[in-house]
Every structure is written in C-alpha cells, then in structure tokens.
T-cell receptor
C-alpha cells in the first residue's frame, strides 16, 4: 500500500471547520483513500472513503485532488467530541496500513 | 444493528500462558481482519480471514500466533506462551466482502496485559 504523510497535530476551534490534509503522492490507480479516526484508545471509527471523486456523508467531506496525490478531510463544524487521531490510509481494501495520523485537538 | 463484538475487553495473562481473543463480525459480514496496536503506536495488520480460510497472514508473527474463522462461531486469535512484548490492544474488523471499496468496521478491541 502507498505511504501517506499527515501533519502530526492540529488545533481547531469548536464550531469551526477542521481541514485535515493528507499527501499520498505514490497512490496507485486502484487504491482508495480511506479516513478513520481513533478516539482515545477505542477501536478506529470509519469516517469516509473515495477513489477520485469528492465524497460527502453525515460526518465529513473528502476532497481528492485531480491528480489523486493528496486529499483533505473536512469536518464542517468541529465539536469537542471530534478530538481524536485521524488516519488517512490508501488501500485496495484487504489490508489497512495505519501511519502516525494527525492528532486533532478541538478547543472551546 | 450490532457492531463488531470482541471479548474479552481486557485480558491479563502471566508469561507462558495462552491468550484467546474472540471476534464476532457484524451481521452479514464474512471477512475478518485482526490488527495489533502497541502502546503509543498505530495499528498494524496481522491477518485476514474468510470463513474457514486464511487469505493473508503476512503480518502474523511466525511463532506462537494463530488465527481461525470457523464455519460456525467467532474468529479466534490465539497467542501461545505469551511474553511481555505481546501486551497490546488487539482489534478486529469485519467487512461484507473483500473487494477494494468494502469498508472495514472495527470492534472495541481486547487489551492484553502480560505480567
């Protein structure tokens, strides 16, 4: 699976949009971009995934650049409960490779 | 809809004992994945199973670790003769199929502590 690069940590004010970037410059044509988050030491929670089109669901939006070498996860109105480690993963689905992720701290 | 179930949630073993971790996938899911998370690290893939078949065990340690997913019942991750380095959180995930865009849904994990 391709490697991803994410900032180690980010802060966001409560109620504002949180934009989490991810670089995946070596992504292959058949690899999807997945986003998961892990709140404290709970099991990872699926957020969203996409191949090349932008995606939106009730939790977040995923913006993938046209060349697919990077993406951004957008939490439109961050709350304190969104404080977590966010993992960007590129995968064909069978094996998820978790990197260090971005530790998002939502502050009041 | 019940999610992925794992038990026990916490397990304490002494060095040399056996640990058995159980995972019941979501209803309708026939694919199971096991991951291990050492303290302060990300999750590492261990093994991918379908019913009665091991599909990919490239992340499994060569010795003492085994996994199965029988026709009936939960998937089992078995660790024989545990050592302190096995202390970690073990997460199970399941998906309906093994296709590229099938999302994996994770359970709450089993925290193994080896004394």
């Amino acid at each position: 699976d391709a490697k991803t690069t994410q900032p180690t940590s980010m802060d966001c004010a409560e109620g504002r949009a949180a934009n989490l970037p991810c670089n995946h410059s070596t992504i292959s044509g058949n690899e999807y971009v997945y986003w998961y988050r892990q709140i404290h030491s709970q099991g990872p929670q699926y957020i969203i995934h996409g191949l090349k089109n932008n995606e939106t669901n009730e939790m977040a939006s995923l913006i993938i650049t046209e060349d697919r070498k990077s993406s951004t996860l957008i939490l439109p109105h961050a709350t304190l409960r969104d404080t977590a480690v966010y993992y960007c993963i590129v995968s064909t689905g069978n094996m998820l490779t978790f990197g260090g992720g971005t530790r998002l701290m939502v502050k009041p | 809809n019940a999610g992925v179930m794992q038990n026990p949630r916490h397990l304490v073993r002494r060095r040399g004992q056996e640990a058995r971790l159980r995972c019941s996938p979501m209803k309708g899911h026939s694919h199971v994945y096991w991951y291990r998370q050492l303290p302060e690290e990300g999750l590492k893939f261990m093994v991918y199973l379908q019913k009665e078949n091991i599909i990919d065990e490239s992340g499994m340690p060569k010795e003492r670790f085994s996994a199965e997913f029988p026709k009936e019942g939960p998937s089992i991750l078995r660790i024989q003769q545990v050592v302190r380095g096995d202390s970690a959180a073990y997460f199970c995930a399941s998906s309906p199929e093994g296709w590229a865009e099938e999302t994996q849904y994770f359970g709450p994990g089993t925290r193994l502590l080896v004394l």
